[in-house]
């Protein structure tokens, strides 16, 4: 599969999560503050940009992470609700390349970019399913 076959700049896709205590830093790592933690937050992000595409994939195919370059701006305690949006930026034959951004109510927390490698389900599991 060419995603440049089926994959559109422009094409876009958000999220909403309201924070759970099992998505903060706190519960990963004790004595830290139950804030929305930076991984979680990549998290959404990249569920964002799948969510964007994977309805035009072509049957058979997958994306997977290949890349972020997030910045976290500022910290959401537990129930804020987030926003996550991602937006197709590039299309190459086997990456796709988004903009991401998040927001706890108009205030910007997140901005990056992530980019998404296209796959095939069955070769993929046949290398690493198994293990």
């Given at each position: 599969m060419d995603a440049r076959d089926s994959i559109k700049i422009g094409m876009n896709a958000e999220r909403i999560l309201v924070v759970p205590p099992e998505r903060t830093v706190g519960h990963f790592l004790a004595g830290m503050p139950m804030v929305f933690a930076t991984p979680m937050m990549i998290l959404e992000m990249e569920w964002a940009s799948g969510d964007a595409i994977n309805k035009y994939l072509e049957p058979g195919w997958i994306t997977v992470g290949t890349e972020v370059d997030i910045k976290h701006l500022a910290a959401?305690?537990?129930?804020?609700?987030?926003?996550?949006?991602?937006?197709?930026?590039?299309?190459?034959?086997?990456?796709?390349?988004?903009?991401?951004?998040?927001?706890?109510?108009?205030?910007?927390?997140?901005?990056?970019?992530?980019a998404r490698g296209l796959?095939?389900?069955?070769?993929?599991?046949?290398?690493?399913?198994a293990r």
């Open positions: 959401s305690a537990v129930g804020a609700t987030i926003r996550t949006t991602s937006k197709v930026i590039a299309v190459e034959r086997r990456v796709i390349r988004f903009a991401v951004e998040a927001f706890d109510g108009e205030r910007k927390i997140g901005e990056g970019r992530h796959v095939n389900r069955e070769s993929f599991a046949k290398r690493f399913g």
